[in-house]
C-alpha cells in the first residue's frame, strides 16, 4: 500500500495489484472517501490513514460498485455511505449467491487465514442513493459522481474536473488483465467513451497505478477490437469453443492470467451471440 497526493487535497489509496485501490479527497467539511478495501481489517487501516491526512472526520463514503474488494470496509467508516441506487440489490444478491453463511464456512475450513468473514464482517450497504449523476459541493471541491454502468450495473465514477482527477472505480484495470466475467462490455466500451469525452488529466484506476487517457484510450481500442473479431467469427459459424482458442483474436499486451483472458472471450462471445438471436 502506498498513499499518493495526486493534487492538493486529493489522494490515491494505491494497493499495488495486490487487491482493489481506494482513494479519498479533503474538504473543508471533512474527508470523502473513495471505496473501502477489501475487508474490515483493510478499512481500519485505511480510516487511520486518512485521520492522519485529513486531520478531518470522514463526512462521506462512496462506493464506486458492489464488488467485495471495493466495499467489504466500509464497516470501518461511521459515515453516509453514497452509492447508484441499484448497488444495494447487487449486492445483496451477490452475498446470497456467493457468500451465504454455509459458502463462508466451506471457505474457511480450506482457508483458515479467512476466518474474518465469519467472525468480522459485518456488510454495510449504502445509505444515500442516487440515479444518474449527484454533486458534492464540498468546497475547495466540486466531486461529481456519475453513474456509467458497464464493469457492473452499479459502476459509478467520480470525477474533480477543476482538477483533472477522476476516480474511475473498475472500469479502468491498469498494469493487468482486467475483470469482465461480469461486464456488459458494450456498456464498459460506452463507459470508457464518456471518460474519454470527460478528459481527466489523472485516472486512478480500480487496479493498479494512476494513469492517464491515453491508457484508457488503448484499453477501449483492445475492447472494441476484440468485439469485431469475435463477431466476424461468429458469422463465419465458428462456435464457442472455437472462438475462444482463435489465434486471430487480439490479446491482452500482458501474458499474466490467461484463463481471466479466456473468461473475458467467452464473455464478449455470449453478449454477442444473445445480443444475435434477439
Known amino acids: 500500500m502506498h498513499i499518493v497526493e495526486i493534487k492538493p487535497g486529493i489522494f490515491a489509496y494505491l494497493m ?29 487501516a485505511m480510516a ?16 464506486t460498485h458492489h464488488h467485495s474488494d471495493h466495499v467489504f470496509g466500509n464497516q470501518a467508516f461511521d459515515a453516509p455511505i453514497i452509492a447508484h441506487y441499484s448497488l444495494a440489490d447487487e449486492l445483496a444478491e451477490s ?12 471457505w474457511v475450513s480450506e482457508h483458515p487465514e479467512d476466518v474474518w ?23 475547495p471541491h466540486k466531486l461529481i459522481l456519475q453513474h456509467l454502468g458497464g464493469h457492473t450495473p452499479d459502476s459509478t465514477i467520480l470525477d474533480l474536473p477543476e482538477q483533472g482527477v477522476l476516480f474511475a472505480g473498475d472500469l479502468v484495470f491498469e498494469g493487468r488483465v482486467p475483470f469482465l466475467r461480469q461486464a456488459n462490455i458494450a456498456g464498459t466500451v460506452r463507459a470508457l ?16 497505478a494512476v494513469c492517464d487517457m491515453a491508457y484508457v484510450t488503448r484499453v477501449r481500442g483492445y475492447l472494441e477490437a476484440l468485439q469485431d473479431t469475435v463477431r466476424e467469427l461468429i458469422d463465419q459459424g465458428v462456435d464457442r469453443v472455437g472462438v475462444i482458442d482463435s489465434d486471430r483474436l487480439p490479446r491482452w499486451w500482458t501474458e499474466d492470467r ?17 445480443s444475435s438471436i434477439v
Open 16 to 44: 499495488n495489484n495486490e487487491t482493489a485501490n481506494a482513494g479519498f479527497v479533503v474538504t473543508e467539511q471533512g474527508a470523502v472517501v473513495v471505496d473501502t478495501l477489501d475487508s474490515p481489517a483493510r478499512g481500519r
Open 48 to 63: 487511520a490513514a486518512i485521520a492522519q491526512q485529513a486531520r478531518r472526520p470522514v463526512r462521506f463514503v462512496v462506493n
Open 95 to 106: 452475498m446470497a449467491r456467493d457468500l451465504s453463511p454455509l459458502a463462508i464456512a466451506a
Open 117 to 139: 468473514l465469519a467472525e468480522e464482517l459485518e456488510v454495510r450497504y449504502p445509505n444515500v442513493l442516487f440515479d444518474g449523476q449527484l454533486v458534492l459541493d464540498l468546497p
Open 193 to 208: 467513451s464518456r471518460l474519454e469525452r470527460l478528459g481527466p488529466r489523472q485516472i486512478v484506476p480500480g487496479h493498479g
Open 258 to 274: 490467461p484463463e481471466l483472458q479466456r473468461a473475458n472471450i467467452a464473455r464478449v462471445y455470449d453478449e454477442i451471440s444473445a
